[in-house]
């Protein structure tokens, strides 16, 4: 792609979250969400592969299906309240029905059903931007919306626990394992949002952390198929020990970071006298935790099947800048032991 | 030929009192020859009459078949149902991680010939010929037949001259389609026994679009004729795009995860008898290989 024309796409993705970040009225916040939807469908269509295409045509169907709703739960709060402020939602059909096209925005179950083949179709770049940047406009929406009854996101985010967990059970290829992950993290983020919405922004952010570094440490390896991982300690040993880190810091093991959203969201769940609950996404997370443990057994625990000496490849410097890589895999791993801080900071 | 000169043509204030101008018209301009709409499907011959019957008429109701095919569809899905248990697509997860290579089609008998369909320019009217048979000691099969370039005498037909072997898509329960997942290996690996004809293996994969329906990645089999076996091995980077046989100018590498079927076909221009002998058709990883598409992708509108 002319270097001009991505680095437009790039700044309208930008233009976009940022627009829904800075606006009060819901015209606007809807006109980001559309500029970001219009600019990154070129991006998932660069390569002119008919799996590409396909994903494009799925992606937008469903945001466009998922906007119009959107549109239309915002006209009719206007019309039955007199009010445009997001803030003011206030009208339960009206919030359910935001709820539920934000909620197919950024592919909650059971409005999940687009994401894995949208993101098998795309490359691992474009699938980092899907499942990072796109999600941060609809989450400053949905934060903003305030729900009397909690029923509705607690039932999205145990469903989108359970099914991500489920769904990503039997998955060979690295694109729908990271589709499911991202469905299940993003339930855990909207279980806890009626409740503590400071804790839906932690969560929200250590995902984004997790799932950036396990994407680069994929584009790094070059591999899309459980397969392939196992050949990664000949091209990047260091990166071989790291990633299994990475991939049970997602999974929410303890002494890593993922831990703390998982521990302090069962936590507070507990408070609410939401045992049941917490005690089935502690269990459905479990589900996550096998297909992690796979990844990590297959990359690291595991020799391929082939003759090294004959197939081991060049190791040379990574054309690929590092940096974003390493800092975002030291958090991952390290964060745990300043849980004080990082609450500080975001319950102050 | 030339067109017909104006000074035929009636006066103006005459041609209010004609009713019938079809005798008119046919004098001025030839008919435009009739063409088929990109949409319909199937062929049919010209010549032969349309089919007017409605689709309800053509199916053969018949209890026996539907309870069988009911039972066939429900032990399918049962089976489907206990394979993810197994692992992803019912092999442990184990089998995915060792495996580098996979037969898929293997002739063993005449009940590995259901899932293969043959076909021949004889439904245009040509005049080759094809026959699938199991070859020795059940243990290979057999193509063979004629090829016959002369084309039909149907005035529409100008080329033909081919005979295709194709696998059937496979289907899960109910009829749905299921695909080959591929993405593990980069080679076609295929066991054969030719006469020195060269022939084309087609892979096609699913797509989304219906005008996307005939896109094929097709490559070349160079057959040795000769008693010996020949095992060819083609990766799978080297198939380029063709639609309807033509090679498309905006290629792109054959995506693995989702193959519906592969096929043999023959139309090198050279009449006469023919045969294959097939006695696997297989995949493999070559950790060697790690060319991803062989073909450079032009840009169809280069910056000046």
């Known amino acids: 792609m002319a270097p001009f024309v991505y680095s437009t796409l790039i700044i309208s993705l930008g233009l976009g979250t940022t627009t829904t970040f800075a606006s009060t009225h819901w015209y606007l916040a809807w006109m980001g969400i559309e500029i970001n939807t219009l600019a990154i469908i070129p991006l998932m269509t660069q390569n002119h592969n008919p799996r590409a295409i396909e994903a494009t045509t799925k992606y937008f169907f469903a945001q466009a299906t998922a906007s119009a709703t959107l549109l239309f739960a915002a006209v009719s709060n206007a019309f039955l309240t007199g009010e445009w402020d997001i803030l003011q939602i206030n009208h339960p059909l009206t919030s359910t029905l935001t709820t539920l096209a934000l909620a197919m925005k950024i592919g909650l179950a059971p409005l999940h059903s687009w994401m894995p083949e949208v993101m098998q179709g795309l490359n691992l770049l474009t699938g980092l931007i899907l499942s990072t940047w796109q999600k941060l406009a609809p989450f400053c929406l949905i934060y903003q919306i305030q729900p009397d009854n909690p029923n509705v996101f607690i039932t999205l985010g145990l469903l989108s626990v359970i099914v991500g967990g489920w769904g990503g059970f039997n998955q060979v290829q690295l694109r729908k394992i990271l589709a499911y992950s991202s469905i299940a993290h993003l339930g855990w983020m909207i279980l806890i949002l009626p409740f503590s919405p400071p804790l839906t922004l932690l969560a929200l952010f250590t995902y984004l952390m997790m799932t950036f570094s396990l994407f680069s440490s994929f584009m790094l390896v070059r591999t899309t198929h459980i397969n392939s991982l196992s050949t990664s300690w000949a091209k990047i040993p260091t990166l071989t020990a790291c990633v299994p880190l990475i991939l049970l810091s997602l999974g929410g093991l303890p002494p890593l970071t993922g831990f703390l959203p998982k521990w302090l969201i069962l936590q507070e769940l507990t408070k609410q006298d939401l045992a049941p609950i917490a005690t089935l996404a502690a269990l459905s997370s479990l589900f996550s935790l096998y297909f992690y443990l796979r990844l990590s057994y297959t990359m690291t625990l595991t020799m391929p099947p082939n003759n090294p000496a004959g197939t081991l490849p060049w190791r040379l410097n990574p054309q690929h800048n590092t940096l974003p890589l390493a800092l975002t895999a030291t958090t991952t791993i390290f964060l745990l032991p300043i849980t004080p801080t990082i609450l500080a900071l975001f319950t102050s | ?304």
């Not at chain 2, 245009?124 to 039909?152: A, F, H, M, Q």
């Not at chain 2, 297989?282 to 060697?288: E, I, L, Q, R």
């Open chain 2, 1 to 304: 030929m030339s067109l017909p000169t104006i000074s035929r043509v009636p006066a103006s204030g005459l041609l209010r009192s004609i009713r019938d101008l079809r005798w008119l018209l046919r004098s001025i301009a030839p008919l435009a020859t009739p063409r088929r709409a990109l949409t319909q499907m199937g062929y049919r011959r010209p010549g032969q009459p349309r089919e007017d019957k409605p689709p309800w008429w053509r199916v053969k109701f018949d209890l026996s078949k539907g309870l069988k095919g009911m039972k066939r569809h429900f032990t399918l899905l049962k089976e489907e149902f206990f394979a993810q248990f197994i692992g992803p697509m019912g092999k442990p997860i184990i089998e995915h991680m060792l495996e580098q290579n996979q037969v898929l089609w293997e002739f063993r008998g005449p009940h590995s010939l259901q899932e293969w369909t043959i076909s021949c320019d004889r439904e245009i009217g040509g005049k080759s010929e094809i026959y699938l048979k199991v070859g020795r000691n059940n243990e290979t099969c057999l193509l063979y037949g004629t090829l016959c370039s002369d084309p039909p005498k149907d005035g529409e037909t100008r080329y033909s001259g081919y005979c295709t072997m194709r696998a059937k898509q496979p289907l899960a329960s109910f009829d749905r389609k299921r695909y080959h997942d591929w993405s593990s290996f980069n080679t076609l690996h295929l066991r054969i026994r030719g006469d020195g004809r060269p022939w084309m293996i087609n892979v096609i994969a699913e797509t989304y679009y219906t005008h996307q329906k005939d896109d094929m990645y097709s490559y070349f089999l160079y057959t040795r004729g000769g008693p010996y076996w020949q095992d060819v091995k083609i990766p799978f980077s080297k198939f380029f795009l063709a639609h309807r046989g033509r090679v498309q100018d905006d290629q792109h590498e054959l995506w693995l995860d989702k193959i519906n079927a592969i096929g043999f076909t023959l139309g090198d221009k050279a009449d006469g008898p023919f045969q294959l002998e097939i006695d696997f058709i297989g995949v493999c990883k070559d950790y060697a290989h790690t060319e991803d598409f062989a073909y450079e992708k032009y840009k169809r509108n280069p910056e000046v």
